[in-house]
Nanobody, 119 residues
Framework: QVQLVESGGGLVQTGGSLRLSCAASGTMLSFNAMGWYRQAPGKQRELVAEITGSGSTNSADSVKGRFTISRDNAKNMVLLQMNSLKPEDTAVYYC?????????????WGQGTQVTVSS
């Protein structure tokens, strides 16, 4: 059974940095895209950043220039370096991965890690 385990969340002041890590277990197969979503109270879950196996990235406009996503394909890990954090970055951050098996796409989610940015 595939599991995504996140770590690295916490409380930080405005302008500070955090690094989120997500490690996949229970599989030797690689994923197509891996990335991070976030959900703030009362808001919908939104894409933060994602990266494909070939290294192509996509990120939300609100985090461009501040957050950097990277990936270790050999370890099935994805990292999110978050700099210059703002109070509006406060949310639960979820690791996400997907893969295609034949014609079917499978999506996997981590349990979420809280990021709180104090003003």
């Amino acid at each position: 059974q595939v599991q995504l385990v996140e770590s690295g969340g916490g409380l930080v002041q405005t302008g500070g940095s955090l690094r989120l890590s997500c490690a996949a277990s229970g599989t030797m197969l690689s994923f197509n895209a891996m990335g991070w979503y976030r959900q703030a109270p009362g808001k919908q879950r939104e894409l933060v950043a994602e990266i494909t196996g070939s290294g192509s990235t996509n990120s939300a406009d609100s985090v461009k220039g501040r957050f950097t996503i990277s990936r270790d394909n050999a370890k099935n890990m994805v990292l999110l370096q978050m700099n210059s954090l703002k109070p509006e970055d406060t949310a639960v951050y979820y690791c996400h991965a997907n893969r295609w098996v034949g014609p079917l796409q499978y999506d996997y989610w981590g349990q979420g890690t809280q990021v709180t940015v104090s003003s």
